[in-house]
């Protein structure tokens, strides 16, 4: 199970943001997406930060208060987000996850992102594995 890396269950096709986003646009894309969150980039693909629903709420709820649309991503987003490269084992990213809180990693390779990879992504990995040792025990 070690060989099986983050690329084989990375979804290729994240969601992003820009960092100069409106965040009720932010929180419309959000909404659509089944992401909890999203990797925030700038015009090459480079990981800027993130952003999560529970970022966003605070601020939109005062902007919803004052019915405002003053604030932008950036205003809200973690910068210096955690991230993981395509190549990383499945069962080291399951080791990193377990104890702590990121639900969802960026995955970036020479600096440009390149997917995400969520908990679920990993369970289903680690459920795969498990169905094929059950299958053919050792």
């Known amino acids: 199970m070690e060989s099986i890396t983050v ?5 290729k096709r994240p969601v992003t943001f ?12 959000l909404l659509r997406s089944q992401q909890t969150g999203g990797p925030v980039i700038d015009a090459n693909k480079r990981l800027v930060g993130f952003i999560s629903e529970q970022d966003m709420l605070q601020q939109l709820l005062r902007d919803s208060y004052h019915c405002q649309d003053s604030h932008s991503v950036s205003d809200c987003m973690t910068p210096n987000a955690l991230a993981v490269a395509s190549e990383d084992s499945i069962i080291k990213l ?3 996850m377990a104890p702590t809180k990121p ?3 960026p995955v970036v390779d ?9 908990r679920r992504d990993v369970l289903r990995a680690i459920g795969m594995q498990m169905g094929e040792c059950l299958t053919h025990p050792v």
Request: cysteine-free; aromatic content about 6%; proline content about 3%.
């Open 18 to 29: 820009s960092q100069d986003m409106p965040l009720s646009s932010a929180l419309e894309k």
């Open 103 to 105: 639900k969802l990693y």
């Open 110 to 118: 020479e600096g440009k992102l390149v997917g995400i990879i969520t």
């Open 7 to 11: 690329k084989d269950y990375m979804n």
């Open 94 to 96: 399951a080791e990193m």
